[in-house]
Structure formats: C-alpha cells, structure tokens
C-alpha cells in the first residue's frame, strides 16, 4: 500500500518562507511523477508544481520563481521550497504521485492527508 506522508506547513507572514516535503512509502513498480498541488475552500484542487519521472518540471500559472520543487528519486521523496508567499497562497497543500502499483497495473493517482499553509500578518 502506497502512502504519502507531507509535512513542513504552517502560519507564516507575507513575504516569508517554507518548505513543504514529501515522502513516499510502500511498494510499488514504478513512479510517473511527483508533485503538490493545493486547494482552497469551494474551488478545485490546482497544480502547484510537479515533477515527472525524467526530470522536467512543471509548474502553476505563475509560481514558478517564487516556487520550486525538487525530487529525490533515491528516497521518494518531493520537496517544494515557497518563497515570497502572499495571503492567496493559503491553502491545503497535497503531495501527489502517480505510481503504477504492481507490474500490468495502470498508473493511480495517490494523495497526501494535506497540510494547511497559512500567510497571513
């Protein structure tokens, strides 16, 4: 059974700094991507950065330098830095993979618990 476990989320001031992590346990063939994505109250969960298994980066609209995410694919694990954070980057942050469980199964899309960043003075 593939778990993500997301941690590193919490109250910080406009401008300010965090890092959210990732880390993925369980057995599974193989892994697609990894990645954050976040949700507000009434809206659709939306990407916020993610990182496919050959590398290449993708990000929102528009976070990309004040954001970025890192992966170890030793470790399983996806970090995503947040720098110069404003309040309408407060949201539930996710942790996202996409990993195919056993041989000759279709890739799933697993989900972290969620952690509540908050920016705000």
């Known amino acids: 059974q593939v778990q993500l476990v997301e941690s590193g989320g919490g109250l910080v001031q406009p401008g300010g700094s965090l890092t959210l992590s ?11 991507s990894m990645g954050w994505y976040r949700q507000v109250p009434g809206k659709q969960r939306t990407l916020v950065a993610r990182v496919l298994s050959g590398g290449n980066t993708y990000y929102g609209n528009s976070l990309q330098g004040r954001f970025t995410v890192s992966k170890d694919n030793a470790k399983n694990t996806v970090s995503l830095q947040m720098n110069s954070l404003k309040p309408e980057d407060t949201a539930v942050y996710y942790c996202n993979a996409v990993i195919s469980p056993r041989l000759g199964t279709p890739p799933y ?4 618990q969620g952690t509540q960043v908050t920016v705000s003075s």
């Open 22 to 32: 990732c880390a993925a346990s369980g057995s599974f063939i193989n892994m697609y």
């Open 109 to 112: 899309d697993y989900w972290g």
